[in-house]
């Protein structure tokens, strides 16, 4: 859990905003609810110095990464930060093909705790991309500092298959998501909620403990912001289509990544990035991703198994219209008797052995189901 500078800020970074995100995160309760890094996403590099150590940009981080760290990390807070694994990054800077080492040395020795390595500019076969996830993996675990590995190359080879064994913790399964609900474009990388969502729901069985599936970045709060979640079509959502992607990627288990403006957020952002029961489910001890039981062009329901004995249930209804909807518990495979809470109306809705309501357009059920 954490924020990401991509979405809001591209790649006009600043240390000045970063330390401003990280006053917000303590001040707005979201270091409390959890949300405990700060990614530095592309565009930080200032090319190398000479002995080919790759450095900050000086007018955009004049104090020095280092010092940054040092900030961050006294607000409770972990600091990522990004490369790729060629040349150059996605958005044509210093990257670490060839220096894997020499940069992973770097990066501990300015107390980075997490390194989100991407994949533009690198051929498209599996085989390379093993070996070049593996390489800076290994010079990771070689720096000397626990540095988490997010390994990001957007899916298009399957990391699921083979992601965990070259090192990473976590692995990117679709492209970049956009500020929209669904493609409609058709254009390849134009990735809406509903997208992303019937791709990451399919990898249940390849996600646990220090192995997830990662949906991508939240767009709670950006409302159509120009950049690059606004690219593609991604003129915005609806807060009820931002809640539903809280609790589809809670259900999910995959990270929970902010990228709008925590300095300045309106109560509806709040109440979505700071539910602490919807929060509960993703960062659950047992690691379940939830398997999708229910798919039929309108209705999605997932389940997922929680550490206590407890199940997280999310009925999601597809269509432009508000319907009703009725479940028995039977059909998820969960027999007896259940008390429902809901999760975002923080009440218990009822005990039995299934659930009936009206679900609005786009809406995510999230429920919390205790066997009685």
Request: charged share 25%.
């Amino acid at each position: 859990m954490g924020w990401m500078t991509w979405n809001f800020f591209a790649d006009n970074i600043h240390e000045k905003d970063i330390r401003e995100m990280a006053d917000a995160m303590v001040a707005s309760g979201m270091v409390e609810a959890g949300y405990n890094y700060i990614f530095i996403d592309d565009g930080w590099q200032g090319g190398r110095d000479n002995r080919n150590n790759i450095i900050a940009d000086p007018e955009k981080f004049p104090s020095g990464i280092k010092a940054l760290a040092d900030y961050v990390h006294s607000k409770g807070i972990k600091l990522g930060i990004y490369s790729d694994a060629a040349q150059l990054t996605c958005a044509g800077y210093t990257a670490s093909l060839g220096f894997e080492e020499q940069d992973a040395k770097t990066f501990a020795s300015w107390d980075i705790d997490y390194l989100k390595y991407d994949y533009c500019h690198a051929p498209k076969d599996s085989a390379t991309a093993v070996e070049r996830y593996t390489k800076m993996s290994q010079a990771l675990r070689k720096s000397g500092r626990d540095i988490v590995f997010g390994i990001c190359e957007w899916g298009q080879r399957k990391p699921w298959h083979w992601a965990a064994e070259a090192g990473g913790q976590l692995w990117r399964t679709t492209y970049d998501v956009r500020d929209k609900w669904k493609n409609l474009s058709g254009q390849e990388n134009a990735e809406g909620i509903l997208d992303i969502l019937d791709i990451n729901a399919e990898l249940h069985a390849y996600a646990g403990p220090g192995r997830w599936n990662d949906a991508d970045m939240l767009v709670v709060g950006l409302y159509g912001k120009p950049g690059p979640s606004g690219d593609l079509g991604g003129t915005g959502m609806t807060d009820t289509e931002y809640q539903s992607q809280m609790s589809l990627w809670s259900i999910m288990a995959s990270p929970l990544i902010a990228t709008n403006d925590i300095r300045h957020m309106n109560e509806a952002t709040k109440r979505i990035l700071l539910n602490k029961e919807v929060i509960a489910v993703n960062q659950d001890p047992l690691g379940k991703q939830a398997e999708r039981k229910v798919h039929d062009g309108t209705w999605d329901v997932l389940v997922k198994p929680l550490q206590n004995g407890d199940v997280a249930v999310a009925i999601l209804n597809r269509g432009d219209a508000a319907k009703n909807y009725s479940i028995n518990w039977p059909k998820l495979g969960l027999s007896g008797r259940y008390e429902v809470r809901d999760l975002w109306e923080h009440k218990t809705m009822g005990k039995g052995k299934g659930w009936k309501g009206r679900v609005q357009a786009h809406e995510t059920k999230l429920f919390r189901l205790r066997k009685i």
